[in-house]
């Protein structure tokens, strides 16, 4: 199956796109992020998208980002934090290497803050979360191959538990030393 070497999920503020761009550098690839794409076309921002046109329409154009991108893409790809809610998304990345970025409430808070520029928490953050997870942590489950608990850590953490849940690293071995600094015995 092609795709992606990496699919992020999990909810808004837990680190996708930095974690997402660390694990390309690793993995010497390109990095992709399905919100970037969803503005980059619309030519406007995910806020004014769910203002003027509303959630449905912007959950339409998410579908097509998404399948457009787990299809074409070959490097690392972040989700945006609602993409598991369609069906067919979920169905496409069935078998895929897909990691479930999680956090609890607290941490949640601290990262997105009160003053969000994500329309989805921008009133009562907290609550808005809590039921945002509740209706969504089976579906992250239920996609992910392996799910990464963020709570505490710095992102290159985060990228490392992520490079050995889907066993990416590359044998010691395998590594070809820069010219100059090869083993001598
Ligand atoms: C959303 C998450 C956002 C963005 C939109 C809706 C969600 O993406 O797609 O604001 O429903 O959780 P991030 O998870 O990248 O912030």
């Given at each position: 199956m092609t795709g992606p070497l990496v699919v992020l999920v999990g909810p808004m503020g837990v680190?996708?796109?930095?974690?997402?761009?660390l694990l390309a550098e690793r993995l010497g690839t390109g990095y992709r992020d399905t919100d970037a794409d969803i503005v980059a076309a619309e030519g406007r921002t995910i806020a004014d998208i769910f203002v003027d046109d509303g959630e449905d329409?912007?959950?339409?154009?998410?579908?097509a980002a998404v399948r457009e991108a787990v299809t074409g893409h070959t490097g690392v790809?972040?989700?945006?934090g609602g993409a598991v809610l369609d069906p067919a998304t979920r169905e496409l990345l069935a078998g895929r290497p897909v990691v479930y970025l999680s956090m609890d409430v607290d941490e949640a808070v601290k990262r997105v803050g009160l003053n969000t520029a994500r329309p989805?928490?921008?009133?009562?953050?907290?609550?808005q979360w809590r039921e945002l997870m509740d209706a969504r942590r089976s579906l992250y489950t239920e996609v992910a191959r392996a799910v990464v608990a963020t709570d505490g850590l710095f992102p290159e953490e985060?990228?490392?538990?992520?490079?050995?849940?889907?066993?990416?690293?590359?044998p010691a071995g395998d590594i070809t030393p820069p010219p100059g600094q090869e083993k001598t015995v």
């Open positions: 680190g996708k796109s930095t974690v997402g761009e329409h912007f959950r339409a154009l998410e579908r790809l972040s989700l945006g989805l928490l921008a009133v009562n953050p907290r609550r985060v990228a490392e538990a992520v490079l050995d849940a889907l066993e990416l690293r590359l």
